[in-house]
């Protein structure tokens, strides 16, 4: 019976904290905003605190110019997969395709961030 209740308590804790699509999709549509303002205070903002401190507001504006040099505007982006590694976006820019990758924290704040190479 204890260990129905921890397995009880696990499940609703679990059920608590998991983010939905529409929580992804939201933050991407303001990830996307951002990005195509070349507006990096406003992607910074979206970060936790943790990854403010380690991914700073000059370094995410030398990524934001540097990426749409490369790849140019998002134009659009639709959810692959989620799963423990966070939420996989098809992103299309102007130039290339690449996955958009993003971990939200409890309170809607992005532990992880990343566009890496599809």
């Known amino acids: 019976m204890k260990k129905l209740t921890y397995i009880f ?3 609703c804790m679990s059920i608590s904290y998991a983010q939905t699509d529409a929580d ?3 933050i ?3 990830v996307t905003a951002g990005y195509n303002n070349k507006d990096a205070a406003a992607i910074h903002q ?3 605190s943790d990854l403010q401190a380690s991914y700073s ?4 504006k ?3 110019e540097t990426t749409q040099l490369a790849k140019g505007a998002l134009n659009e982006s639709s959810l692959l997969m989620t799963d423990e590694s966070g939420a996989q976006f ?9 996955l958009l990758v993003l971990i939200l924290s409890p309170d809607g704040k992005l532990t992880k961030f990343e566009i890496a190479e599809y």
């Open 90 to 98: 098809l992103a299309h820019f102007e130039k290339a395709d690449a």
């Open 46 to 48: 979206l970060f936790s």
């Open 62 to 64: 030398e990524f934001v």
């Open 57 to 60: 507001i000059d370094k995410l």
């Open 28 to 30: 991407v549509a303001e």
């Open 24 to 26: 992804y999709e939201k």
């Open 9 to 11: 308590l696990f499940l």
